[in-house]
């Protein structure tokens, strides 16, 4: 970085002046010096794309700044699903998978689509029955201090300043006709960070950064599993919703786009 007397010496050799506005601006610095002052950094990466199966809905909910309704519309996705007036003819799966949280664990947008479904579902007492969970997979040193019933050492996390978390919680509801076999809800937060900021910021301010490869291979890793692994036969419908943290052209934990990064 030049000295900030150096800049103003070349800004006044390129400069020049408006008779109009000279009062107002008497100093015009060119673009490409203005530019120099700015930290250089890639926001922009080829889009790395995910490897879905087509044969069950992966929908991917966006939407710019906090509290305009995402999680909103992934809960009413999981109780039309799952809550159905009518008794389906096959079992239903619907995976609900909030790869990037900030502000947690305070706020976990995993475990308000988890309890709100709960709560929709013992509300309207269906035949059904449902077993839903909850996890929260990994988050920085700092969030993971904050969740009850964990003991964690300043040193502890790996490198990326991360943690393993043993978060889970789960709870199964009966239905009337079937009191066994029935509905999954299945939530997961795979990073969390505690400030309610931007991904980038936290991950930078927290020494929790994800990298784009990194967070694609988790949620592809999440998506197979439950794609391949599952319980459910070839009959069975899956569901799966995707919520990032933001719209398409909000940064995520590294800096990139997310419509770059998904």
Not at 205 to 220: F, M, R, T, Y
């Amino acid at each position: 970085m030049q000295p900030t007397s150096r800049l103003l010496s070349r800004a006044r050799r390129h400069s020049f002046t408006c008779n109009r506005y000279t009062s107002i601006f008497p100093l015009v610095i060119p673009f490409e010096i203005l530019i120099s002052l700015v930290p250089r950094r890639s926001i922009s990466t080829p889009s790395l794309g995910l490897e879905m199966a087509l044969s069950h809905p992966v929908y991917t909910v966006w939407g710019s700044n906090t509290g305009v309704g995402k999680t909103l519309v992934s809960a009413g996705l999981a109780t039309a699903v799952l809550c159905p007036a009518s008794r389906p003819s096959c079992p239903s799966t619907f995976l609900y998978v909030k790869p990037v949280q900030t502000g947690f664990p305070d706020d976990s947008d995993s475990r308000f689509v988890f309890r709100k479904t709960c709560e929709f579902f013992l509300h309207q007492r269906p035949k059904t029955s449902l077993f839903a969970s909850n996890q929260a997979v990994k988050s920085s040193v700092v969030a993971a201090k904050r969740l009850p019933d964990l003991s964690i050492d300043e040193r502890t996390g790996n490198d990326s300043g991360l943690r393993e978390l043993c978060s889970f919680e789960e709870r199964r509801m009966c239905g009337a006709d079937s009191p066994t076999d029935g509905f999954e809800l299945v939530c997961k937060t795979l990073y969390g960070w505690k400030e309610a900021v931007s991904p980038h910021l936290a991950a930078e301010k927290e020494g929790g950064v994800v990298s784009d490869e990194e967070l694609i291979d988790s949620l592809q890793k999440c998506l197979h599993l439950h794609y391949v692994d599952g319980d459910f036969g070839s009959e069975a419908r899956m569901w799966s919703v995707i919520e990032t943290a933001g719209g398409v052209a909000s940064p995520g934990p590294s800096g990139s786009l997310q419509c770059d990064i998904y």
